[in-house]
C-alpha cells in the first residue's frame, strides 16, 4: 500500500501506539491514534498489566512475538532510563506432573531459538531466596525474560512519534465507523469524523463494540484478573520505588507457581502476586461507561474491586512458597481487566466483511510489540515475516464467534491458563455442537471423540478392539510412555492394519469445502494457485495458495466439477475468507468475472472408502465404473452410491485405493449404512483419525498450518511438484519464488525413530551434532513400516542416512534421515486397478488374512 494512505489507528494503549511506532519506521506519515481516555494513562488493560514477559510458549508463533517485544522494548530508553528489566524469569515446579511438564517447555525454548536452563531446587533457591526450600522441586530459568514497565513505554513511544507527526486525539471516543461501497472511509467521534483509508481497532477489551459498529464479530471476552500487592517485606526493605519507572528497581526474576495458578514480581519492597485460579468474573464493557478525563493508577475502567474472598487461596498458597510473606499482608489489590479469547490466541488480520478494517485485539503486553510489527507489515507489504496465521481473526468458525460460545470457551481458557494440557486434549466444553450424519452409527461402534473446530472427530472406535487378537506381530503396537498415551488407543494398530490390507471407512466430513463458481472461477483460481487448473471438468489438482513472496498460505485440492463450478478441500476457514475476498476484489474490478465463493462442509458429508478391497465394496452398491478408466487417480464424477447421488473423488488421504464419497447431509446416514452393509463380504470396519494420521505421514503428505507456513517456500517444504511456473498467466507468489534461493538453507525431512519404540507428539526440538538445528512439526507411530516417524525442519545440508536427536522431556532419542515416502513410492497401490472379486468366491476377508 502507498504510505501515504490515511490510518486511524483505535486505541493508544500498548499495541495501538507501538503499532504507530512501527507504521513510521517503514515510513508512513498519515497517521491518527484515536483514544477515549487521556494520554498520559489511558485506563485499558495496559494501565494496570503487570508487565511479565515470558516468552517461552507452545506456540512458536507467539514465542517469536514475545522474543520480539522483548528485544524493542530493551531498546526504547530516555534519559538513560528504559522500559524493560530483563531479570529473567524463573518457573517452578512443585510436584513431580509439573517438574515434567517444565522439562517440555524448556523443548519448547530450544526450537524456538530461546536461552533456557533447567535447574535444581536448590539452584532455584539461590535465584529467588524467598523461595521455600521444602517445597519447590526445581525450575525452568529463562535469563532474557524481564518486567515490562508498559505504561512509561507507551508514554515513550507517543513522544517519540508525535515527534515523527503521528497525531493524536486523548479523551475522544469513537462512535462509529464510516463507510462507503463496502470500504472503509473513516471514524465518527464526538468532536467530528477523522477521515482514513484504513482503519485499525487496537481497543483491547473494548474491541467486541468497536468491531459491532461494522458489523464484525470480535470473539474474545473481557474478565477480571486478580491482583495484589503485600506491604513492605522484611527482606526486601530499604528499597526506594520510583512510581514512574516502577519495576527498574527489581532484582529478583519474575516468578511463576503454575501448580498454584501465581505469579509474582518486585514492586520496590513489595512484592506483587497475580492470581488465576478464582472463579472467571467476565465483564461488558460497554457497561463501563465513558473514561473519564482524570484517570489515576486507583481510579480507571479496566481496574475493578478487590473481591478479597477470591484472593483467600492465593494468599494462603503464596504463604507456603514464599514464607517471608507471613511477615506481611495485603496493602492493595483490584481485579484487572484482561482479553480472553477461545483458544487462548490474540485476534489480528483483516475484518473478512469490510475493506480497509483491521483489528489487533487480545494481546497482552508480552506480545504487544510483535504483534504491532506483524500487522504493520501486513498493512505495508501485504505479509508479516512471522506467521501469524494462527492468530488471524479469520480462523474461527461461525459457531465460535457466537457470543456464547465465545463466553464459555474463553472462561475456560482462563481456568486451565496454567494447567498442564495435553496437545490433543479437547474441549471439556461446549461439545457435540457439530456432528456428521454419521454420527449415531460412530457412537454405536464405541468412536472415541475428540473436538477440533466444533466438529466431534472419531480416533479410534472400541468396536474395532477384537482385532487387536489377529494382528501380526509386525503391526503389534509398542507400549508408550504415559504422555504419548493420552488420547490413544492401540486399536489405532488394528485399523491402519485392515486400512492396508482390506478396506476401512473413514468419516471425512469435518475437512473443509467451498464451492467456487461463476464465470469468473477459473480466472480466479488460476490467479490464486500455483497449479494450471485449465483441464477439462472432471479433473482434480493438488495445488498451493502462496502470498507475494512465496510463503505457503494453504494447501488445497481443486476440483473441476463442471466448466464454472470447482470444489476445494481446504484446511481451515481462513482459506475460505481470503478466497471470498478476492472474488468479492475481482467482481469489483470485472463484474463480467463474478464468482460466487459458497461454504458447503456443513450441508454435505464425505465418507473416505480406502483400501486393497474399496473396490469390491463399490461394485456391490454401484454400477457405476469405478475403474482407473472410469474413474482415473485425481479424477471426479457423479455416480449413484445404493441409489444416492454421490460425488466421487478419486484422491487418498491414505496412499491405498479408493475415493472420497461425497454426498448432501440429509443422505449420509443411508450411505454410509449402504456401505457398511456392502463390505461386510470383505471385512470393512469403520477407522478413525489416529489410523488416518499415521498412515498419511507414511506417505509423506504435508499439512498447511503444522508442517508448513508462510515462512516456508514450496521447494524447501517439500512440495515444488504442486508448482507450474509453464501455465499461462501470472499467480500470486510466483515473483516471489524468483527471489526465493534456489538451494534453500533448510527442508523439511522425515524421520524413523532409531529404537522403534520412543514416541514423538511435535514440537520438539532437534539436536545435530549436539546443536540445536530445528524441530519437530507432526509425528506417529508408523503402523505400517513398525516404528515412530516424524516430520521435522533441518538445515539442507543434512544428508539421507545421517543420525539426529529429538528431546522428548529431557531425554534424547535417536532419530535418522530418511528418504520418503516411506511407504508405496511408486503409487502402484494408489493406481490398483485390479477388477472386483467375482461374487461366487466373496468370502470374509478375516477368513482370509
Same mark, same amino acid.
Given at each position: 500500500?502507498?504510505?501515504?494512505?490515511?490510518?486511524?489507528?483505535?486505541?493508544?494503549?500498548?499495541?495501538?501506539?507501538?503499532?504507530?511506532?512501527?507504521?513510521?519506521?517503514?515510513?508512513?506519515?498519515?497517521?491518527?491514534?484515536?483514544?477515549?481516555?487521556?494520554?498520559?494513562? +489511558?485506563?485499558?488493560?495496559?494501565?494496570?498489566?503487570?508487565?511479565?514477559?515470558?516468552?517461552?510458549?507452545?506456540?512458536?508463533?507467539?514465542?517469536?512475538?514475545?522474543?520480539?517485544?522483548?528485544?524493542?522494548?530493551?531498546?526504547?530508553?530516555?534519559?538513560?532510563?528504559?522500559?524493560?528489566?530483563?531479570?529473567?524469569?524463573?518457573?517452578?515446579?512443585?510436584?513431580?506432573?509439573?517438574?515434567?511438564?517444565?522439562?517440555?517447555?524448556?523443548?519448547?525454548?530450544?526450537? *524456538?531459538?530461546?536461552?533456557?536452563?533447567? @535447574?535444581?531446587?536448590?539452584?532455584?533457591?539461590?535465584?529467588?531466596?524467598?523461595?521455600?526450600?521444602?517445597?519447590?522441586?526445581?525450575?525452568?530459568?529463562?535469563?532474557?525474560?524481564?518486567?515490562?514497565?508498559?505504561?512509561? %513505554?507507551?508514554?515513550?513511544?507517543?513522544?517519540?512519534?508525535?515527534?515523527?507527526?503521528?497525531? #493524536?486525539?486523548?479523551?475522544?471516543?469513537?462512535?462509529?465507523?464510516?463507510?462507503?461501497?463496502?470500504?472503509?472511509?473513516?471514524?465518527?467521534?464526538?468532536?467530528?469524523?477523522?477521515?482514513?483509508?484504513?482503519?485499525?481497532?487496537?481497543?483491547?477489551?473494548?474491541?467486541?463494540?468497536?468491531?459491532?459498529?461494522?458489523?464484525?464479530?470480535?470473539?474474545?471476552?473481557?474478565?477480571?484478573?486478580?491482583?495484589?500487592?503485600?506491604?513492605?517485606?522484611?527482606?526486601?526493605?530499604?528499597?526506594?520505588?520510583?512510581?514512574?519507572?516502577?519495576?527498574?528497581?527489581?532484582?529478583?526474576?519474575?516468578?511463576?507457581?503454575?501448580?498454584?495458578?501465581?505469579?509474582?514480581?518486585?514492586? =520496590? &519492597?513489595?512484592?506483587?502476586?497475580?492470581?488465576?485460579?478464582?472463579?472467571?468474573?467476565?465483564?461488558?464493557?460497554?457497561?463501563?461507561?465513558?473514561?473519564?478525563?482524570?484517570?489515576?493508577?486507583?481510579?480507571?475502567?479496566?481496574?475493578?474491586?478487590?473481591?478479597?474472598?477470591?484472593?483467600?487461596?492465593? $494468599?494462603?498458597?503464596?504463604?507456603?512458597?514464599?514464607?517471608?510473606?507471613?511477615?506481611?499482608?495485603?496493602?492493595?489489590?483490584?481485579?484487572?481487566?484482561?482479553?480472553?479469547?477461545?483458544?487462548?490466541?490474540?485476534?489480528?488480520?483483516?475484518?473478512?466483511?469490510?475493506?480497509?478494517?483491521?483489528? %489487533?485485539?487480545?494481546?497482552?503486553?508480552?506480545?504487544?510489540?510483535?504483534?504491532?510489527?506483524?500487522?504493520?507489515?501486513?498493512?505495508?507489504?501485504?505479509?508479516?515475516?512471522?506467521?501469524?496465521?494462527?492468530?488471524? @481473526?479469520?480462523?474461527?468458525?461461525?459457531?465460535?464467534?457466537?457470543?456464547?460460545?465465545?463466553?464459555?470457551?474463553?472462561?475456560?481458557?482462563?481456568?486451565?491458563?496454567?494447567?498442564?494440557?495435553?496437545?490433543?486434549?479437547?474441549?471439556?466444553?461446549?461439545?457435540?455442537?457439530?456432528?456428521?450424519?454419521?454420527?449415531?452409527?460412530?457412537?454405536?461402534?464405541?468412536?472415541?471423540?475428540?473436538?477440533?473446530?466444533?466438529?466431534?472427530?472419531?480416533? !479410534?472406535?472400541?468396536?474395532?478392539?477384537?482385532?487387536?487378537?489377529?494382528?501380526?506381530?509386525?503391526?503389534?503396537?509398542?507400549? /508408550?510412555?504415559? *504422555?504419548?498415551?493420552?488420547?490413544?488407543?492401540? @486399536?489405532?494398530?488394528?485399523?491402519?492394519?485392515?486400512?492396508?490390507?482390506?478396506?476401512?471407512? #473413514?468419516?471425512?466430513?469435518?475437512?473443509?469445502?467451498?464451492?467456487?463458481?461463476?464465470?469468473?472461477?477459473?480466472?480466479?483460481?488460476?490467479?490464486?494457485?500455483?497449479?494450471?487448473?485449465?483441464?477439462?471438468?472432471?479433473?482434480?489438482?493438488?495445488?498451493?495458495?502462496?502470498?507475494?513472496?512465496?510463503?505457503?498460505?494453504?494447501?488445497?485440492?481443486?476440483?473441476?466439477?463442471?466448466?464454472?463450478?470447482?470444489?476445494?478441500?481446504?484446511?481451515?476457514?481462513?482459506?475460505?475468507?481470503?478466497?471470498?475476498?478476492?472474488?468479492?476484489?475481482?467482481?469489483?474490478?470485472?463484474?463480467?468475472? !463474478?464468482?460466487?465463493?459458497?461454504?458447503?462442509?456443513?450441508?454435505?458429508?464425505?465418507? =473416505?472408502? $480406502?483400501?486393497?478391497?474399496?473396490?469390491?465394496?463399490?461394485?456391490?452398491?454401484?454400477?457405476?465404473?469405478?475403474?482407473?478408466?472410469?474413474?482415473?487417480?485425481?479424477?471426479?464424477?457423479?455416480?449413484?452410491?445404493?441409489?444416492?447421488?454421490?460425488?466421487?473423488?478419486?484422491?487418498?488421504?491414505?496412499?491405498?485405493? =479408493? !475415493?472420497?464419497?461425497?454426498?448432501?447431509?440429509?443422505?449420509?446416514? /443411508?450411505? !454410509?449404512?449402504?456401505?457398511?452393509?456392502?463390505?461386510?463380504?470383505?471385512?470393512?470396519?469403520?477407522?478413525?483419525?489416529?489410523?488416518?494420521?499415521?498412515?498419511?505421514?507414511?506417505?509423506?503428505?504435508?499439512?498447511?498450518? %503444522?508442517?508448513?507456513?508462510?515462512?516456508?517456500?514450496?521447494?524447501?517444504?517439500?512440495?515444488?511438484?504442486?508448482?507450474?511456473?509453464?501455465?499461462?498467466?501470472?499467480?500470486?507468489?510466483?515473483?516471489?519464488?524468483?527471489?526465493? +534461493?534456489?538451494?534453500?538453507?533448510?527442508?523439511?525431512?522425515?524421520?524413523?525413530?532409531? &529404537?522403534?519404540?520412543?514416541?514423538?507428539?511435535?514440537?520438539?526440538?532437534?539436536?545435530?551434532?549436539?546443536?540445536? %538445528?530445528?524441530?519437530?512439526?507432526?509425528?506417529?507411530?508408523?503402523?505400517?513400516?513398525?516404528?515412530?516417524?516424524?516430520?521435522?525442519?533441518?538445515?539442507?545440508?543434512?544428508?539421507?542416512?545421517?543420525?539426529?536427536?529429538?528431546?522428548?522431556?529431557?531425554?534424547?532419542?535417536?532419530?535418522?534421515?530418511?528418504?520418503?515416502?516411506?511407504?508405496?513410492?511408486?503409487?502402484?497401490?494408489?493406481?490398483?486397478?485390479?477388477?472386483?472379486?467375482?461374487?461366487?468366491?466373496?468370502?470374509?476377508?478375516?477368513?482370509?488374512?
Amino acid at each position: 500500500m502507498a504510505t501515504s494512505q490515511r490510518v486511524v489507528i483505535i486505541g493508544a494503549g500498548i499495541v495501538g501506539v507501538n503499532l504507530a511506532d512501527e507504521l513510521v519506521t517503514l515510513g508512513w506519515k498519515n497517521i491518527t491514534v484515536v483514544e477515549q481516555g487521556p494520554l498520559n494513562m +489511558p485506563g485499558g488493560s495496559t494501565s494496570h498489566a503487570p508487565g511479565l514477559v515470558f516468552q517461552t510458549n507452545s506456540s512458536k508463533t507467539m514465542t517469536k512475538l514475545a522474543k520480539y517485544t522483548m528485544e524493542k522494548l530493551l531498546s526504547i530508553k530516555k534519559d538513560g532510563q528504559g522500559c524493560f528489566n530483563q531479570v529473567g524469569g524463573l518457573e517452578v515446579a512443585t510436584t513431580p506432573e509439573r517438574l515434567e511438564e517444565l522439562k517440555r517447555r524448556h523443548g519448547f525454548a530450544s526450537s *524456538w531459538g530461546i536461552d533456557a536452563r533447567l @535447574i535444581s531446587g536448590e539452584e532455584c533457591i539461590q535465584m529467588y531466596p524467598l523461595l521455600n526450600k521444602e517445597t519447590v522441586l526445581g525450575g525452568l530459568h529463562i535469563p532474557t525474560d524481564g518486567l515490562a514497565l508498559a505504561a512509561r %513505554a507507551t508514554q515513550l513511544l507517543i513522544e517519540r512519534t508525535s515527534e515523527a507527526g503521528v497525531h #493524536y486525539l486523548g479523551n475522544t471516543p469513537v462512535t462509529g465507523i464510516e463507510r462507503s461501497d463496502g470500504r472503509v472511509t473513516g471514524v465518527t467521534t464526538p468532536s467530528g469524523s477523522v477521515p482514513a483509508d484504513i482503519v485499525v481497532s487496537c481497543a483491547g477489551f473494548w474491541g467486541v463494540e468497536i468491531g459491532a459498529m461494522v458489523g464484525l464479530q470480535v470473539p474474545l471476552l473481557p474478565l477480571a484478573h486478580q491482583y495484589a500487592k503485600t506491604t513492605a517485606l522484611p527482606g526486601l526493605r530499604g528499597r526506594e520505588l520510583n512510581s514512574r519507572i516502577n519495576g527498574m528497581n527489581a532484582t529478583l526474576p519474575i516468578l511463576r507457581h503454575q501448580d498454584q495458578d501465581l505469579y509474582y514480581r518486585e514492586h =520496590g &519492597d513489595q512484592v506483587g502476586i497475580g492470581f488465576y485460579g478464582h472463579r472467571p468474573m467476565p465483564v461488558v464493557a460497554g457497561s463501563l461507561g465513558l473514561t473519564p478525563e482524570h484517570v489515576d493508577e486507583k481510579n480507571m475502567p479496566s481496574r475493578l474491586d478487590f473481591t478479597s474472598r477470591d484472593f483467600e487461596v492465593a $494468599w494462603n498458597e503464596s504463604q507456603k512458597l514464599l514464607p517471608a510473606l507471613k511477615e506481611t499482608h495485603l496493602a492493595d489489590g483490584f481485579n484487572g481487566i484482561f482479553s480472553f479469547t477461545p483458544d487462548g490466541g490474540p485476534i489480528i488480520g483483516r475484518a473478512p466483511n469490510l475493506e480497509g478494517f483491521y483489528v %489487533a485485539e487480545a494481546v497482552w503486553v508480552t506480545h504487544s510489540a510483535g504483534i504491532a510489527r506483524a500487522v504493520a507489515q501486513i498493512l505495508t507489504t501485504g505479509r508479516s515475516e512471522i506467521d501469524v496465521g494462527e492468530c488471524d @481473526i479469520s480462523r474461527f468458525e461461525e459457531i465460535q464467534l457466537s457470543r456464547e460460545y465465545v463466553s464459555e470457551t474463553s472462561q475456560q481458557n482462563f481456568v486451565e491458563i496454567y494447567d498442564i494440557l495435553h496437545p490433543l486434549a479437547p474441549k471439556i466444553s461446549p461439545r457435540n455442537l457439530r456432528i456428521s450424519p454419521f454420527n449415531v452409527r460412530q457412537r454405536e461402534l464405541g468412536a472415541y471423540f475428540l473436538e477440533v473446530g466444533g466438529w466431534e472427530r472419531p480416533f !479410534w472406535y472400541e468396536a474395532n478392539a477384537e482385532l487387536l487378537k489377529y494382528l501380526p506381530a509386525k503391526w503389534q503396537p509398542v507400549e /508408550r510412555d504415559a *504422555w504419548s498415551a493420552q488420547h490413544y488407543s492401540p @486399536i489405532a494398530a488394528a485399523e491402519a492394519w485392515k486400512t492396508r490390507n482390506a478396506v476401512a471407512m #473413514y468419516d471425512m466430513t469435518a475437512f473443509h469445502r467451498f464451492e467456487v463458481s461463476g464465470p469468473g472461477a477459473l480466472y480466479l483460481l488460476q490467479r490464486l494457485t500455483t497449479s494450471d487448473l485449465a483441464k477439462e471438468p472432471g479433473s482434480i489438482t493438488y495445488t498451493l495458495l502462496l502470498d507475494d513472496e512465496a510463503g505457503i498460505r494453504g494447501d488445497i485440492f481443486v476440483s473441476r466439477i463442471e466448466d464454472e463450478v470447482f470444489q476445494i478441500g481446504a484446511n481451515s476457514a481462513t482459506e475460505f475468507h481470503y478466497l471470498s475476498r478476492e472474488a468479492r476484489v475481482q467482481r469489483q474490478v470485472s463484474p463480467s468475472q !463474478w464468482v460466487q465463493v459458497r461454504e458447503i462442509t456443513g450441508s454435505t458429508c464425505s465418507i =473416505g472408502l $480406502w483400501g486393497p478391497r474399496a473396490r469390491d465394496v463399490i461394485a456391490g452398491v454401484s454400477t457405476d465404473d469405478f475403474s482407473n478408466k472410469g474413474l482415473p487417480y485425481f479424477g471426479v464424477k457423479k455416480v449413484h452410491v445404493a441409489g444416492i447421488p454421490v460425488l466421487a473423488f478419486r484422491k487418498s488421504y491414505v496412499g491405498e485405493l =479408493g !475415493w472420497e464419497l461425497q454426498t448432501s447431509a440429509e443422505l449420509g446416514l /443411508r450411505l !454410509w449404512d449402504a456401505i457398511s452393509q456392502a463390505g461386510k463380504l470383505h471385512g470393512i470396519i469403520a477407522a478413525g483419525r489416529a489410523a488416518l494420521n499415521s498412515l498419511r505421514l507414511e506417505k509423506g503428505y504435508r499439512t498447511y498450518g %503444522a508442517d508448513m507456513g508462510t515462512e516456508h517456500d514450496p521447494l524447501e517444504a517439500g512440495v515444488i511438484s504442486a508448482v507450474d511456473l509453464k501455465k499461462k498467466g501470472d499467480f500470486v507468489g510466483k515473483a516471489g519464488l524468483s527471489r526465493r +534461493p534456489k538451494t534453500p538453507t533448510r527442508r523439511l525431512r522425515c524421520l524413523a525413530v532409531n &529404537d522403534g519404540q520412543s514416541m514423538l507428539l511435535g514440537k520438539e526440538p532437534v539436536f545435530y551434532k549436539g546443536e540445536a %538445528a530445528g524441530y519437530i512439526t507432526t509425528a506417529a507411530f508408523g503402523f505400517t513400516v513398525g516404528r515412530p516417524i516424524a516430520y521435522t525442519w533441518l538445515p539442507s545440508s543434512v544428508s539421507v542416512g545421517e543420525t539426529i536427536e529429538a528431546e522428548y522431556f529431557g531425554r534424547r532419542v535417536a532419530a535418522t534421515v530418511v528418504r520418503e515416502p516411506l511407504y508405496d513410492p511408486e503409487g502402484s497401490r494408489l493406481l490398483d486397478d485390479r477388477p472386483p472379486l467375482e461374487a461366487v468366491t466373496q468370502t470374509p476377508l478375516k477368513s482370509r488374512l
